[in-house]
């Protein structure tokens, strides 16, 4: 499961039996007085009947819920010293040949449309080629990545045999209430298809740090290692989320785990089901801040709530609407977002081509204004370029800086330059920590333009390459010998 800063996360459950011995007779008394008899079991309609049991939830609900199995075969380097014929004399000749190193990923996935459509998390299939679905009944069929989305850390996949499959309904995310019953579903620790039971214990939690959009439903249902990509159940046998991350320092379950909410998967799988390669979501056209109370309070606000308005692009969609610098938004379409994670949920969850109506404060006083949700533009184009040769970038791509592509990489507080979008694994970019979003602006005091300014500066030899890097809002510049 993926990781929490500094901690472990994932999601299993290990279970306990205990036993208590009774008299012989006083079993047979008490197995006589408990054993029900048979008859027909329904979906819990109220608090009371789901106390009795949660098996008419499960048994709609587990059907839909599948293992995932992904993996990549990577091709090991031949070893040269068996060129040499005095190490094939004593060695043979099999010993040089290229070797292979599997690896291998584990997790769960929901069936949510009839023709083979599963989502699952998109750090269990990272990085892999090969992907096998184990369905409910014993079934092993292979499937397709369909589309990635690391902004969510979701992914679609494809079933590529077999039709008609059981689906699990969609919830509604938005819903909830802290308190609410809820079941998770998965494979912890490969043991086989597993349910846990909890509440939810928090709604719109941010500032976790796992993903782009961080608003998270927390819950005490135990979630381990494995359980990353299966789902989070309400009592209509109905997923409210997909089960992603859970902080702990052992490794195990310590009642704290987080899923993403199903609102937002609904947008990933329109996505996939319109033939997309990647999810394109409204563009706010501003840099927002977290208020802090010293800024609130300077701003005239009571409270520290809301996400303000540092930046704007003069075209984007947040000025046409008449924002401006120092308002702080603090609802979208009537539902409150207390900082900019919760602002950036609220519009990515919306569909492209209507209005959004933002509740904005300006000089202590709220106004709504109407804002179009269009996708961020793609100008200029992205003009990928991957690098060659003797240069530090060499096995690195980058693309021009668009508000499209600073919206996918995160790219902050750098408006020039070419940003890498790619690094290939073991390339002389990786092993010099060059880092995916990083922008490169200028090269022995030179400024970037575009990808083939790059291109042509880095296709020269040179005795040193100073370079000016953006990464994280922050700019350094660094020498490395040529």
């Given at each position: 499961?993926?990781?929490?800063?500094?901690?472990?996360?994932?999601?299993?459950?290990?279970?306990?039996?205990?036993?208590?011995?009774?008299?012989?007779?006083?079993?047979?008394?008490?197995?006589?007085?408990?054993?029900?008899?048979?008859?027909?079991?329904?979906?819990?309609?109220?608090?009371?009947?789901?106390?009795?049991?949660?098996?008419?939830?499960?048994?709609?609900?587990?059907?839909?819920?599948?293992?995932?199995?992904?993996?990549?075969?990577?091709?090991?380097?031949?070893?040269?010293?068996f060129?040499?014929?005095?190490?094939?004399?004593?060695?043979?000749?099999?010993?040089?040949?290229?070797?292979?190193?599997?690896a291998?990923?584990?997790?769960?996935?929901?069936?949510?449309?009839?023709?083979?459509?599963?989502?699952?998390?998109h750090?269990?299939?990272?990085?892999?080629?090969?992907?096998?679905?184990?369905?409910?009944?014993?079934?092993?069929?292979?499937?397709?990545?369909?589309?990635?989305?690391?902004?969510?850390d979701?992914?679609?996949?494809?079933?590529?045999?077999?039709?008609?499959?059981?689906?699990?309904?969609?919830?509604?995310?938005?819903?909830?209430?802290?308190?609410?019953?809820?079941?998770?579903?998965?494979?912890?620790?490969?043991?086989?298809?597993?349910?846990?039971?909890?509440?939810?214990?928090?709604?719109?939690?941010?500032?976790?740090?796992?993903?782009?959009?961080?608003?998270?439903?927390?819950?005490?249902?135990?979630?381990?290692?494995?359980?990353?990509?299966?789902?989070?159940?309400?009592?209509n046998?109905?997923?409210?989320?997909?089960?992603?991350?859970?902080?702990?320092?052992?490794?195990?379950?310590?009642?704290?785990g987080?899923?993403?909410?199903?609102?937002?998967?609904?947008?990933?799988?329109?996505?996939?089901?319109?033939?997309?390669?990647?999810?394109?979501?409204?563009?706010?056209?501003?840099?927002?801040?977290?208020?802090?109370?010293?800024?609130?309070?300077?701003?005239?606000?009571?409270?520290?709530?809301?996400?303000l308005?540092?930046?704007?692009?003069?075209?984007?969609?947040?000025?046409?609407?008449?924002?401006?610098?120092?308002?702080?938004?603090?609802?979208?379409?009537?539902?409150?977002?207390?900082?900019?994670?919760?602002?950036?949920?609220?519009?990515?969850?919306?569909?492209?081509?209507?209005?959004?109506?933002?509740?904005?404060?300006?000089?202590?006083?709220?106004?709504?204004?109407?804002?179009?949700?269009?996708?961020?533009?793609?100008?200029?184009?992205?003009?990928?370029?991957?690098?060659?040769?003797?240069?530090?970038?060499?096995?690195?791509?980058?693309?021009?800086?668009?508000?499209?592509?600073?919206?996918?990489?995160?790219?902050?507080g750098?408006?020039?330059?070419?940003?890498?979008?790619?690094?290939?694994?073991?390339?002389?970019?990786q092993?010099l920590?060059?880092?995916?979003?990083?922008?490169i602006?200028?090269?022995?005091?030179?400024?970037?333009?575009?990808?083939?300014?790059?291109?042509?500066?880095?296709?020269?030899?040179?005795?040193?390459?100073?370079?000016?890097?953006?990464?994280?809002g922050?700019?350094?510049?660094?020498?490395?010998?040529?």
């Amino acid at each position: 499961m993926r990781p929490f800063p500094r901690f472990v996360i994932v999601g299993a459950s290990i279970c306990l039996v205990g036993a208590i011995f009774l008299p012989r007779t006083a079993t047979k008394m008490a197995l006589a007085q408990t054993t029900p008899t048979p008859q027909e079991r329904v979906i819990p309609q109220s608090r009371a009947d789901a106390i009795l049991s949660f098996a008419p939830v499960v048994k709609k609900a587990q059907p839909a819920v599948v293992n995932v199995f992904a993996s990549r075969v990577d091709r090991m380097p031949a070893n040269p010293f068996f060129d040499d014929p005095i190490f094939r004399r004593f060695f043979g000749e099999g010993g040089g040949q290229p070797g292979r190193n599997i690896a291998q990923s584990l997790g769960s996935g929901v069936i949510v449309d009839a023709s083979g459509l599963v989502v699952t998390n998109h750090h269990v299939i990272e990085g892999m080629t090969d992907v096998k679905v184990s369905l409910a009944d014993k079934r092993e069929i292979p499937a397709k990545i369909l589309l990635r989305d690391p902004r969510t850390d979701l992914a679609v996949l494809k079933l590529t045999e077999g039709g008609n499959f059981p689906v699990m309904e969609l919830g509604d995310s938005d819903a909830l209430e802290v308190g609410d019953l809820v079941l998770a579903i998965g494979n912890p620790f490969a043991v086989g298809q597993t349910v846990t039971q909890g509440i939810v214990s928090a709604l719109a939690r941010t500032q976790v740090g796992i993903s782009d959009y961080g608003f998270f439903i927390q819950t005490d249902a135990a979630i381990n290692p494995g359980n990353s990509g299966g789902p989070l159940v309400d009592m209509n046998g109905r997923m409210i989320g997909v089960n992603s991350a859970i902080f702990s320092k052992s490794g195990g379950s310590v009642g704290i785990g987080f899923a993403i909410p199903v609102n937002m998967v609904k947008i990933v799988v329109a996505a996939a089901k319109s033939g997309g390669k990647q999810v394109r979501r409204p563009w706010l056209g501003a840099t927002l801040q977290t208020l802090s109370q010293e800024i609130a309070e300077s701003l005239g606000l009571e409270r520290p709530t809301g996400a303000l308005l540092a930046d704007l692009d003069p075209k984007g969609p947040a000025a046409e609407a008449g924002l401006k610098r120092g308002d702080v938004i603090v609802s979208v379409d009537g539902q409150i977002a207390d900082d900019p994670e919760a602002v950036g949920y609220r519009l990515a969850t919306k569909p492209l081509g209507g209005v959004a109506s933002l509740g904005v404060l300006r000089g202590g006083k709220k106004i709504v204004a109407p804002m179009k949700l269009v996708a961020a533009p793609e100008i200029p184009p992205r003009d990928p370029v991957k690098l060659k040769g003797q240069n530090p970038f060499a096995g690195a791509t980058f693309e021009n800086i668009s508000p499209a592509v600073a919206e996918e990489l995160s790219v902050q507080g750098v408006a020039t330059g070419v940003v890498a979008a790619e690094i290939e694994d073991g390339s002389v970019a990786q092993r010099l920590n060059l880092q995916k979003g990083d922008v490169i602006i200028a090269i022995n005091d030179k400024k970037i333009g575009n990808t083939r300014d790059l291109e042509q500066i880095t296709s020269a030899k040179s005795y040193y390459w100073k370079i000016t890097v953006g990464r994280g809002g922050q700019v350094f510049t660094t020498v490395i010998g040529g």
